[in-house]
Nanobody, 127 residues
Framework: QVQLVESGGGLVQTGGSLRLSCAASGRTFPWYGLGWFRQSPGKEREFVAA???????????YYRDSVQGRFTISRGDAKIAVTLQMNSLKPEDTAIYYC?????????????????WGQGTQVTVSS
């Protein structure tokens, strides 16, 4: 059974940094796509970043505009599937961050494209 477990969240001041990790188990071959989403109280879950890899197009990385230049997504090794380095954090980045994985081609920013989800890790940025 596939499981995704996030770690690395916490409380940080504005301008600080955090590194989120997502450990994956239960799958022996590479994921097509790995992504991070976030959800704040009273808001819908939103796309943050994604990294896809396919035989015909190679590796592609995507970010939402508001985190471009501040966040970096990268694939990990066999145990840690994906990480999200978050720098220059702002109060508006406060949310629960979710790791997600997709086994086949799909829109990188669509929740429906992802087959598996972690439980989430809280990120709080104080002003």
């Amino acid at each position: 059974q596939v499981q995704l477990v996030e770690s690395g969240g916490g409380l940080v001041q504005t301008g600080g940094s955090l590194r989120l990790s997502c450990a994956a188990s239960g799958r022996t071959f590479p994921w097509y796509g790995l992504g991070w989403f976030r959800q704040s109280p009273g808001k819908e879950r939103e796309f943050v970043a994604a990294i896809n890899k396919s035989p015909w197009s190679g590796e592609s990385i995507y970010y939402r505009d508001s985190v471009q230049g501040r966040f970096t997504i990268s694939r990990g090794d066999a145990k840690i599937a994906v990480t999200l380095q978050m720098n220059s954090l702002k109060p508006e980045d406060t949310a629960i961050y979710y790791c997600a994985a997709q086994g086949d081609h799909g829109a990188y920013d669509a929740i429906s494209s992802y087959d598996y989800w972690g439980q989430g890790t809280q990120v709080t940025v104080s002003s």
